[in-house]
């Protein structure tokens, strides 16, 4: 996930282009230019709606309020100054999952079992996105992790197999990590055992995804419900989101 002062970086990598071709008056300008030295502005001019500012930044174009605060970026609005996307949030408070329609008993439980924070994941053993994300959660410390298999077999065809062989296993999540961070293939021996020795709950979770319009994977449920579709890069990032920060 990319943080607003990721999103300045790379604009400031992009070369400056000629000088402003504003048509605004040029107090504003300096007004907005001055909230917002790093990004290099091309040119600043009016917009069809009232208060509202096109920036112009290499060959992409924002949008800002007077005071420079706000930007509009691919239709999602950014705090500046709380460093914070403010749609993601109303996205999130908007869709919020009831914790307690989660049916827990059928995730692999993993992380800091006696821990008071929790989070969900919906997981697919071959999406590479999900790999990353648990190759993450080994840095996150005091946390419980409720991991729900959801293989997405119109894209990975071999994920509905190793889904089930994890399952299956005498250890859960450890099986989980040998398939997603190692490389083990689910092979027919194991997939034959684990069809014989249980039945997954695979069916079940695809329905709770599919009630709760989780389409993709990864997707994680904070303990209060919000919910982020992909995953942070980093643990710190993955801890800060957990403690709505």
């Known amino acids: 996930m990319r943080t607003l002062l990721f999103i300045i970086t790379m604009m400031l990598s992009?070369?400056?282009?000629?000088?402003?071709?504003?048509?605004i008056d040029s107090k504003t300008a300096e007004q907005i230019r001055k909230?917002?030295?790093?990004?290099?502005?091309?040119?600043?001019?009016?917009s069809p709606i009232a208060g509202l500012y096109e920036l112009q930044v290499r060959n992409q174009i924002l949008y800002t309020d007077v005071s420079g605060r706000y930007l509009i970026r691919g239709g999602?609005?950014?705090d500046m100054v709380e460093q914070k996307n403010i749609t993601q949030q109303r996205l999130e408070d908007i869709n919020r999952v009831e914790w307690s329609s989660l049916p827990?008993?059928?995730?692999?439980?993993?992380?800091d079992k006696h821990a008071k924070k929790s989070i969900a994941i919906f997981t697919d053993p071959d999406c590479p996105y999900c790999k990353g994300l648990e190759k993450t959660l080994k840095e996150v410390k005091g946390v419980k992790v409720y991991t729900f298999l959801y293989p997405l077999a119109q894209l990975h065809p071999k994920a509905r197999k190793?889904?089930?062989?994890?399952?299956c296993s005498k250890n859960q999540h450890k099986m989980l990590q040998k398939v997603m961070l190692d490389g083990h293939m689910g092979d027919e021996e194991s997939y034959n055992a684990a069809k014989v020795s249980c039945t997954s709950p695979i069916d079940d979770i695809a329905a709770v995804a599919q009630k709760?319009?989780?389409?993709?994977?990864?997707a994680i449920i904070a303990g209060d419900g919000r919910l982020m579709s992909g995953a942070p890069r980093t643990a710190e990032a993955l801890i800060n989101w957990i403690d709505n920060k």
């Not at 992009?14 to 048509?23: C, E, G, L, R, T």
């Not at 190793?162 to 399952?167: A, C, D, G, T, Y």
């Open 14 to 23: 992009m070369p400056a282009m000629a000088a402003d071709n504003s048509v």
């Open 35 to 46: 909230a917002l030295p790093m990004v290099p502005i091309v040119a600043i001019k009016t």
């Open 76 to 78: 999602q609005i950014l």
């Open 104 to 111: 827990l008993k059928k995730a692999i439980v993993s992380g």
């Open 162 to 167: 190793k889904s089930e062989v994890i399952w």
């Open 212 to 218: 709760l319009n989780i389409h993709g994977t990864p």
